[in-house]
């Protein structure tokens, strides 16, 4: 299963335990006003605060699907944006507000946005190409995704690294590839 399908399904369980639990407890809330109303003052008031017990988590159950869902199409929308950008030229933005943009803020616009659409793709998947952290843009774009997915600058190095490790502590992260020991000891004979 993706992990868009995972969030989804998460989605629906909350949904569904949250509306049950809502309904049972107006339900019991319900039936405790009937049971006043009908005369039977000792036990209403009881079944009454006790639908309370029910309808709380479902209400809170109601509100973390909701801010899930919100944050899954907001980061869908972004993505699509990003993806977006390569239909969408440059030149054509800057004629309508009547700016020259230098062929090198060009280049570098195209690096971060490629780069920011790497990270997004891996976040979904898990696997990041880490060679892209050679790049002279990855810092930027290390921020701008940072900006995107958590709504927020952070003052790290590499936030990116961060954010990724996070959410997938099971994948490889980057290092620096070391020659092999027989490259070395051909280089010392010399």
Request: glycine residues 8%; charged residues 30%; proline residues 3%.
């Amino acid at each position: 299963m993706s992990g868009k399908s995972i969030g989804k399904l998460k989605n629906r369980l909350l949904k569904i335990f949250g509306f049950s639990l809502v309904f049972f407890g107006v339900f019991m809330l319900v039936v405790g006003v009937a049971i006043i109303i009908e005369g039977k003052k000792d036990d209403g008031p009881g079944i009454a605060m006790a639908s309370l017990i029910f309808f709380i988590p479902g209400a809170t159950l109601l509100y973390l699907e909701r801010r899930s869902s919100r944050e899954m199409e907001t980061l869908e929308t972004v993505a699509s944006a990003v993806r977006s950008y390569r239909r969408i030229k440059l030149v054509d933005l800057a004629a309508k507000v009547g700016i020259t943009v230098p062929r090198a803020m060009k280049a570098g616009v195209v690096q971060i946005v490629y780069i920011v659409e790497r990270m997004l793709s891996a976040m979904k998947s898990g696997r990041m190409r880490w060679s892209l952290k050679k790049r002279s843009k990855y810092a930027d774009a290390s921020m701008v995704f940072s900006a995107i997915f958590v709504g927020e600058e952070t003052d790290t190095k590499d936030p990116f690294s961060r954010i990724f490790r996070q959410a997938h502590p099971e994948s490889r992260g980057y290092r620096k590839k070391r020659r092999p020991s027989r490259w070395r000891r051909r280089r010392e004979k010399k």
